[in-house]
């Protein structure tokens, strides 16, 4: 309490009274207030007492009050020193959260609950297998000793032929070869081989079959194939053509494609025959993000489900959203808060 004495003092000298001019214009009341374990006068608590205000009357008649903080003429400067409000930290540790369960942070008689908790699915195992593609096949046209004979070599609804005449073996295939190489749409060949009598016919570049092929002297019919591997995620489709590759290295292929490009998954390539391709959302990426792939594998839709960080940042908010003037004492939800463990 601040008393101010009358000014006159009429018991003592006037050169000394308490306040020898009775113009109080201009004077300023400057004064310390230290406390200990009281209410602080600066809370924003609603005051059940009037520490917040500045009580005075004038000429012992009336009371009036004041606010400390907000009203001209009155200046509050705080010393802070070594003064740190109280504060904890929560780690959350969600190991055995089931789908549907929330967390409760309870402050005193305030509570702030989370979202339920939603169950997620980072991660798929989308195997590529094997096809036993056939990109090549060998057909052999043999030397007959009949000029009338009739050497050819079919590719789809495609006949190449050729007679024999005055030819040898290899100037047969050499003439079905050239028309081949001339105007079929789907393979090109070479010849080759011990006598020079063998066609090699290939499919040709962007042409993936399935192509029958056959011929007249023997050979075994084939069917050419290059099978199309691929995964797909989200609206981007990642593929390797089988050709010679196994199915590990057409896997290996895929996941280069994926880790080299996509902007929400990673790939790592496993499984008994490294045929397998563990496809996960990048940190960050919540989903959902569908995959899937060629070979059978069951498509997925990947997510992140509820996050620890999601949840304490959704109680963070709460608390920083509540008026703690009329809800108890002043309270907020640091950055600190909100770094969690899983």
Known sequence: MLVLF?????FGHPLFSYLPDGDLTGLV??????WQGIQAWESLKSAWTDWNTL????????????KWVGTPGITITCNTTGRAGASATFTLNQTS??????VTLWYQNQSFIS????????????????????????????????????????????TYSCLEGSLNSAGVASNVAAQINASDPNCSCTTGGAYGNEILISLRS?????????SSDGSGGATLSNYQHWVKIGSVTYSCYEGSLNSAQIAANVAAQINATDPNCTATVGGQYNNEILITLKAG??????????DGSAAASLTQGTSAATILNNIAGQINGTNWVLNGPPCSAPPWLRRTSW
């Open 97 to 102: 959260a089931q789908a549907g369960d929330k």
């Open 285 to 294: 990426v919540a989903g959902p993000i569908a995959v899937s792939s060629s």
């Open 55 to 66: 009580d005075y009357s004038i000429n012992g008649v009336g009371h009036t009050d004041v």
């Open 29 to 34: 009341l400057d004064f310390d207030i230290t």
């Open 115 to 158: 979202p339920a908790i939603i169950a997620g699915n980072p991660t798929t195992d989308q195997a590529l297998w094997w096809q036993g593609s056939v990109a090549t096949t060998d057909q052999a046209l043999w030397w007959q000793g009949n000029a009338a004979y009739n050497h050819w070599v079919k590719i789809g609804s495609n």
């Open 6 to 10: 009358q000014k006159d003092d009429p």
């Open 206 to 214: 962007g042409e993936y079959g399935p192509v029958a092929v056959s």
